[in-house]
């Protein structure tokens, strides 16, 4: 069971999910792809044990990049509930902050460019005499900030 669903209140009702964007693998993506033009390059007459080290080394950096993304991404849960946003981070060192939608202020989105082409962008909200963590790298930030503000997650 998730956080979010043991903390529902009675009567709440979870209207929105929303998750960290794929994009955060690019990293590793990135350095698998130079793992595996090492390997070809091993296969070349020209210093082939250097490349092949390098190549294992770089698949080594692309393995913990990616399985650090994942698991981030997996103890990382946001919903909008009916009552409140709620975000919770962490798996044994837990971080979670919550806010009540009538203390809402406003949501604030940060894209760029290519957070614009592919859809993902950080997220602030704000709320009446405190501030919400800024959610980094989040998909679908329209959406998200919809779900807070729309009058059909009032209620």
């Known amino acids: 069971m998730s956080y979010v669903q043991r ?6 009702q979870v209207r929105h999910i929303s998750s960290i964007h794929w994009i955060v693998y690019w990293p590793g993506i990135a350095v698998a792809l130079l793992a595996a ?6 296969a070349t007459q020209f210093m082939p044990g250097f490349w092949r080290y390098t190549g294992y080394a770089l698949a080594l950096v692309a393995a913990v990049l990616l399985i650090q993304q994942w698991f981030h991404s997996w103890v990382t849960e946001i919903a909008v509930t009916n009552r409140r946003v709620i975000y919770k981070k962490g798996l044994i060192q837990r971080e979670t902050t919550e806010m009540n939608m009538d203390k809402v202020e406003s949501v604030q989105i940060d894209q760029s460019i290519l957070g614009r082409m592919l859809d993902y962008g950080n997220v602030t909200i704000h709320g009446t005499g405190e501030g ?16 807070i503000t729309g009058n059909d997650a009032q209620g």
């Open 7 to 12: 903390v529902l209140q009675p009567n709440e």
């Open 37 to 42: 033009v090492a390997f070809w390059l091993s």
């Open 132 to 147: 919400f963590k800024t959610l980094r790298t989040i998909a679908n930030p329209i959406e998200l900030r919809n779900s």
